[in-house]
């Protein structure tokens, strides 16, 4: 058995651990009557008014309406979102306090940082899916590529790191998504950094830098415009909001899907029963026409799991972010 298939079987029993732990308790008065009308935390690890807000916010509104009892939002911001995903990690494993995460804190973020202040596979109990967005190669409309192959063609031909892209952080989605692309395309780009995707946007706008790849919604006016041209998407599907631009997987790389994503999770710990209840109302909830509308209002879609899709999932991503992170050499800061 390989390293690898050992380390995917050890993350799974992991992950699938706090789903079995404290099974009395689990069918216990206090379990079942979840959450007894009390007010239950959603922690939030990053500022309100962006996508996570929202989506914290969608879940909130939907567990509220389905299980009673009163779910609200918490932002605690900090590290990549680990500042929030640590308070719910040492949070007591009652249900009362719950994670709304993201690729970084239940993946990426391990690899990114030199000290980490909990475990993101031991330290909770995964509860659902919720939604992600794509990603998209977009350049400026004087780059010489109008197609995927084209892209790639050109950046081959220029050499090593003499093509450059820009992206909102090191370790961020695009930046680990072109580095995804960049290794199995058999290229390598140089990374110019920025400090937000709007500062992006606008350099590419003005021709400052000639591509990136970045979140899709605040490029989707400029390139339905023409201001900007999209030679692919990350998502595993065409996206809803732009069916004509055809997705990277497509275009030659089979499986590619680099899609940033959202989940619940609870402590580790977590009854069994109350995670089961909350994993199914958010299953529920997210198949539903109105909460789906709320998600794409938001710029993402609906990703819909259950926990031990949410488990599958992340063992998957886990694998293929480690050896991208790897194979880029990055440094843990």
């Not at 590529?145 to 050109?154: G, I, M, P, R, S």
């Not at 580095?179 to 140089?190: D, H, M, P, T, V």
Request: positive net charge; charged residues 20%.
């Amino acid at each position: 058995m390989s390293k690898m298939i050992r380390r995917r079987t050890a993350i799974a029993a992991a992950l699938a651990a706090p789903m079995l732990a404290r099974h009395g308790w689990a069918q216990s008065a206090g379990a079942s009557a979840y959450p007894g009308g009390k007010t239950v935390r959603i922690v939030v690890p990053f500022a309100a008014g962006g996508t996570t807000d929202i989506l914290g916010r969608v879940v909130a509104q939907l567990l509220t309406e389905q299980m009673g009892g009163t779910f609200v939002v918490d932002n605690k911001t900090g590290a990549g979102g680990n500042v929030g995903a640590e308070l719910v990690a040492k949070a007591a494993p009652d249900g009362m306090t719950l994670l709304l995460g993201t690729v970084g804190t239940a993946v990426t973020n391990q690899y990114l940082y030199k000290t980490m202040p909990y475990d993101s596979v031991k330290s909770f109990a995964p509860v659902a899916l919720v939604g992600e967005v794509a990603n998209v190669l977009a350049v400026h409309p004087s780059f010489p590529a109008k197609t995927l192959k084209e892209f790639v063609d050109y950046c081959k031909a220029q050499g090593p790191n003499k093509v450059s892209y820009g992206s909102p952080a090191v370790g961020g989605t695009g930046h680990l998504a072109m580095e995804y692309l960049s290794s199995l395309a058999g290229i390598k780009l140089e990374h110019v950094v920025y400090r937000g995707s709007s500062l992006v946007m606008k350099d590419l706008l003005a021709g400052h830098i000639l591509d990136t790849m970045d979140n899709l919604p605040p490029y989707l006016q400029h390139l339905q415009s023409g201001a900007l041209r999209a030679l692919g998407v990350s998502s595993a599907k065409r996206w809803f909001a732009a069916p004509n631009i055809p997705t990277i997987a497509e275009q030659g790389y089979a499986g590619f899907d680099a899609a940033p994503w959202w989940y619940v999770a609870a402590p580790a710990g977590t009854p069994p029963e109350i995670v089961k209840k909350l994993s199914d109302d958010i299953v529920k909830g997210t198949r539903s026409e109105a909460v789906i509308k709320k998600i794409r209002d938001a710029g993402a879609s609906e990703l819909v799991g259950d926990a031990q899709a949410l488990t599958r999932h992340m063992v998957a991503e886990n694998a293929k972010w480690k050896k991208v992170i790897e194979a880029a050499k990055l440094e843990p800061q």
